[in-house]
């Protein structure tokens, strides 16, 4: 793999007359980890499982609306929920594996020797992982085109889905990198970062919601996932207009920005051969 992505890189260089190492290494390092999540069949593995998770939800909320205990726009809003929930997860743990993983199979050292910065390699392996997110959600399409026929929310969840989750995705795609990056195994960022994913979706499953007043409010804001969650809700089922809940967006947006920031501006103390934060 990484003798691969050092020649492409090399080539890419030389064709340049100059070491461009972010502006095209990212690309390189990008399309070398696309290949291999899918081609080693890490990435279809996981969209297939992604896809029976929502074929049961899918199931599940179809016959609950035919039972008349959801209406079709909760059932549109539900699934929109897990696929978006689901496919950030998987997002999630490819982000988690990225350095960690490579430093414990020991080719690690040979993608750091390679002519490219460290910062591009941070990007291009983000941008593998969302690649499994844009996946799983057009693996999702069918399934909310199916729940929401007849009515006129079908489009509106697509491109909400596509909007929020994307932001989600970078956000924690970039807490995983991040969490990759400074584990001392990738037991340890595996498991970080799946308790970090569940302590934020749980408070959104709790039975009555979050508790309620401008404390639960404020609860709801600062969960990324939760506040996230919230917004799909608050358009699909309450029927608000894309603008009225924005600020919900802040808590999701904020997490975005700060880690991804962290990550690019100490791409070179943190990816490392081993793991934790370099004082250099």
């Known amino acids: ?27 390189v390092v990008a399309e070398q980890e696309c290949r291999d999540l899918w081609v080693s069949g890490r ?3 996981l969209v297939f499982a992604f896809s029976v ?9 179809g016959t609950s609306q035919v039972l008349n205990f959801l209406e079709q726009r909760e059932a549109v ?3 929109l929920q897990v696929a978006v929930a689901v496919g950030v997860l998987v997002t999630l743990v490819v982000a988690a594996d990225a350095i960690s993983g490579e430093r414990e199979r020991g080719t690690l050292e ?7 910065s460290r910062r591009a390699i941070v990007l291009g392996k983000m941008a593998a992982a969302l690649s499994l997110w844009l996946a799983a959600f057009v693996v999702s399409v069918p399934y909310l085109w199916v729940l929401g026929r007849g009515v006129s929310i079908v489009g509106q969840a697509l491109l909400l889905g ?19 990056a400074v584990s001392s195994s990738n037991k340890v960022s595996l498991a970080v970062s799946l308790f970090l994913l569940l302590a934020l979706f749980a408070p959104t499953q709790l039975p009555g919601g979050a508790p309620k007043g401008w404390f639960g409010d404020l609860l709801v804001r600062l ?21 009225r809940d924005l600020s919900y967006l802040v808590s999701p947006l904020l997490t975005a920005v700060l880690a991804g920031g962290v990550l690019i501006a100490a791409g070179t103390r943190i990816v490392r051969l081993h793991g934790g934060v370099s004082g250099e």
């Open 1 to 27: 793999m990484t003798a691969g992505l050092r020649g492409r890189v090399r080539n890419a260089e030389a064709s340049a007359g100059t070491v461009r190492g972010d502006s095209q290494g990212w690309l």
């Open 43 to 45: 990435g279809p593995g």
């Open 53 to 61: 998770v929502l074929s049961v939800m899918t199931y599940l909320a």
């Open 77 to 79: 809003n539900l699934t």
């Open 110 to 116: 040979s993608l750091l020797l390679t002519p490219v």
């Open 162 to 180: 596509l909007l929020v989750g994307t932001l989600l995705a970078v956000a924690l795609a970039a807490l995983g990198l991040l969490i990759s």
């Open 223 to 243: 969960n990324p996932v939760g506040a996230a969650l919230h917004y799909l809700t608050a358009v699909l089922v309450n029927g608000h207009a894309w603008t």
